[in-house]
């Protein structure tokens, strides 16, 4: 295990130098290139980009789900690269939340069993007070009895939004978790997530397309090409859709 000795007290993730290519000679392809980011902890970072900009490869790599080509990813003081498969997975599932537009709930468990799945796997017992507050304030409590199938597109993302929360995870990686969803029920999620940071201080990084689920953010990051070209705080919707629009027409007229 590596510790990263200018790594501060406050920084939940932090890639450096981050490069991932798939593919090798002539057709090798860089989803990132040299990307160099930290996030905070205690706070909400929305990234976004167009189509190949590496928004998915940057999130999969500071999870710990793809190894870099090179470069290094600290969760915290940990740097990943030190760490063995077994390690990489013991630390995913104790210290980090995923959330994903997909769900990937288990049908054949009931909502509270894959609210409770992660503890399982980790052998852990459950803290009934954390859990309690989590389905209380996800608005799951009438339906813990429940197939995934037996629910709708909301309810099945709060489920996955639960599972995420209930070992404490120090960062949630969310990709695309309100594609799918209505405007009202992804409103819903986006101030569930919100309020993960504002009353937990949990950290939480978000791929979207979406500049409106981009403004709940503290942060806007926005990527092309594998490198990131803004770093916007708290940009707001209008600002968002102005600098996505301006990253487009400028690919236009270098294309």
Known sequence: ????????????????????????????????????????????????????????????????????TSGRVFVGATELSGLSETKLTK??????????????????????????LPLRLAGAS????????????????????????????GQQQRVAIARALATRPEVIFCDEPTGALDTETAADVLTLLRA???????????????????????RVLVLADGRIVRDLPQPGVERIAEQLASLG???VVNS
């Open 1 to 68: 295990m590596s510790v990263y000795v200018g790594q501060t007290v406050d920084t939940a993730v932090r890639v450096e130098q981050l490069t991932r290519t798939y593919g090798t000679g002539p057709q090798a392809v860089a989803a990132l290139a040299g990307v160099d980011v930290s996030f905070h902890r205690g706070t909400f970072t929305a990234v976004m980009g167009p189509s190949g900009s590496g928004k998915s490869t940057l999130l999969q790599t500071a999870a710990g789900l793809d190894r870099p």
């Open 91 to 116: 630390l995913r599932r104790d210290r980090i939340g995923f959330i994903f537009q997909a769900f990937n709930l288990v049908n054949a468990l009931t909502v509270e069993e894959n609210i409770l």
């Open 126 to 153: 459950p803290d009934h007070a954390w859990l309690n507050h989590v389905i209380d304030r996800v608005g799951l409590r009438e339906r813990l009895r429940h197939r995934p199938s037996a629910l709708s597109g």
């Open 196 to 218: 993960v940071v504002d009353e937990n201080r949990q950290t939480v990084v978000m791929v979207t397309h979406d500049p409106v689920a981009a403004s709940y953010a503290d």
């Open 249 to 251: 027409r400028r690919r």
